[in-house]
């Protein structure tokens, strides 16, 4: 058996390297288990133009820097593991590695991120930060006066579709359906913006582009046509996925899978709080993550004095 750390620090992205930069200099023994590679979702950013007093630079970047910073404070961190078994209750916690390698802290982070779910065509991979972006916050600013699609048919597509129309020239909105699924208020605010048009019952087959996405590929459902389609940049809204289920009956989730915590990330459960992307929120960019990883942060080193 391992010693038992002071905070152990379940995910490695924006949330949690936070979370282990601020618990390890506040000189708490602090271990980050990261079931992927290091930084999360930050790292396919490929550039982040709108970080608080940073030069715009790419995800990759900031999450090296941060993995550094936290280890320079002390931090412990083993990245491509897979957790097997958690044991919250009870003042010493515990999780278990697939390997059978198990780790003890007094307190616990949950910061297993999520993602934005995909279309999963061919060319969706290659082009991701190319022209392909699930984001408008982050990425509406590098398509003004572009031309692009909007994929989805819920409230955040909508939402955004109109958010897009403040810097791109115009905006297509391709929906699987002949009808939305959002509200009727945000329905009705898209199709009345003069810069969004409409492709009902229609869906991306393939991405296409050299170096940059340059085209799609669509099928028309309702009669089977194929026609490819000149596009600068495609936003992806279809939903999102915290990578929460492995949690299931082992924290109180939303109707989401969403971990819900209170204004200081506190879940259910005494001494295990939650940050960034897996928790009940509506915004979620690298600024809210690590907002989350410092609170959450605080909280824990405030229960472990308690």
Same mark, same amino acid.
């Given at each position: +058996?391992?010693?038992?750390?002071? =905070?152990?620090?379940?995910?490695?992205?924006?949330?949690?390297?936070?979370?282990?930069?601020?618990?390890?200099?506040?000189?708490?023994?602090?271990?980050?288990?990261?079931?992927?590679?290091?930084?999360?979702? +930050?790292?396919?950013?490929?550039?982040?133009?709108?970080? *608080?007093?940073?030069?715009?630079?790419?995800?990759?970047?900031?999450?090296?820097?941060?993995?550094?910073?936290?280890?320079?404070?002390?931090?412990?961190?083993?990245?491509? &593991?897979? #957790?097997?078994?958690?044991?919250?209750?009870?003042?010493?916690?515990?999780?278990?590695?697939?390997?059978?390698?198990?780790?003890?802290?007094?307190?616990? $982070?949950?910061?297993?991120?999520?993602?934005?779910?995909?279309?999963?065509?061919?060319?969706?991979?290659?082009?991701?930060?190319?022209?392909?972006?699930?984001?408008?916050?982050?990425?509406?600013?590098?398509?003004?006066?572009?031309?692009?699609?909007?994929?989805?048919?819920?409230?955040?597509?909508?939402?955004?579709? =109109?958010?897009?129309?403040?810097?791109?020239?115009? &905006?297509? #909105?391709?929906?699987?359906?002949?009808?939305?699924?959002?509200?009727?208020?945000?329905?009705?605010?898209?199709?009345?913006? *003069?810069?969004?048009?409409?492709?009902?019952?229609?869906?991306?087959?393939?991405?296409?582009?050299?170096?940059?996405?340059?085209?799609?590929?669509?099928?028309?459902?309702?009669?089977?046509? &194929?026609?490819?389609?000149?596009?600068?940049?495609?936003?992806?809204? $279809?939903?999102?996925?915290?990578?929460?289920?492995?949690?299931?009956?082992?924290?109180?989730?939303?109707?989401?899978?969403?971990?819900?915590?209170?204004?200081?990330?506190?879940?259910?459960? *005494?001494?295990?709080?939650?940050?960034?992307?897996? $928790?009940?929120?509506?915004?979620?960019?690298?600024?809210?993550?690590?907002?989350?990883?410092? #609170?959450?942060?605080?909280?824990? &080193?405030?229960?472990?004095?308690?």
């Amino acid at each position: +058996m391992n010693d038992v750390f002071d =905070v152990m620090i379940l995910g490695g992205g924006a949330a949690g390297l936070s979370a282990g930069i601020y618990s390890s200099r506040a000189k708490l023994s602090t271990l980050i288990l990261n079931e992927g590679a290091l930084g999360g979702q +930050m790292v396919l950013t490929d550039e982040i133009a709108n970080y *608080p007093g940073v030069e715009t630079t790419n995800g990759y970047k900031v999450a090296n820097t941060m993995k550094k910073q936290a280890k320079d404070f002390g931090c412990k961190i083993k990245s491509n &593991v897979s #957790i097997a078994k958690y044991a919250f209750h009870g003042d010493v916690k515990e999780v278990e590695l697939k390997d059978g390698r198990k780790f003890q802290a007094k307190s616990v $982070i949950l910061a297993p991120g999520g993602k934005s779910i995909t279309l999963n065509i061919p060319g969706e991979g290659a082009f991701q930060g190319k022209g392909i972006s699930y984001c408008a916050t982050c990425d509406g600013d590098f398509f003004t006066d572009k031309e692009i699609i909007v994929v989805g048919g819920g409230n955040s597509a909508l939402e955004e579709a =109109v958010t897009l129309t403040n810097y791109a020239s115009k &905006v297509t #909105i391709v929906h699987q359906f002949d009808h939305f699924q959002a509200f009727e208020h945000a329905v009705e605010e898209a199709k009345s913006n *003069p810069k969004i048009d409409f492709i009902m019952k229609t869906e991306l087959r393939q991405f296409m582009g050299n170096g940059k996405l340059q085209q799609v590929t669509m099928e028309h459902l309702s009669n089977g046509n &194929v026609e490819e389609m000149d596009v600068d940049g495609v936003f992806i809204f $279809i939903g999102y996925k915290p990578n929460t289920e492995s949690l299931k009956g082992v924290i109180s989730l939303n109707e989401k899978n969403e971990i819900i915590t209170d204004s200081e990330m506190k879940t259910n459960i *005494p001494g295990v709080f939650a940050a960034g992307d897996c $928790i009940v929120k509506k915004y979620r960019q690298v600024t809210t993550a690590v907002a989350d990883g410092t #609170i959450a942060a605080l909280s824990a &080193v405030e229960y472990l004095k308690n």
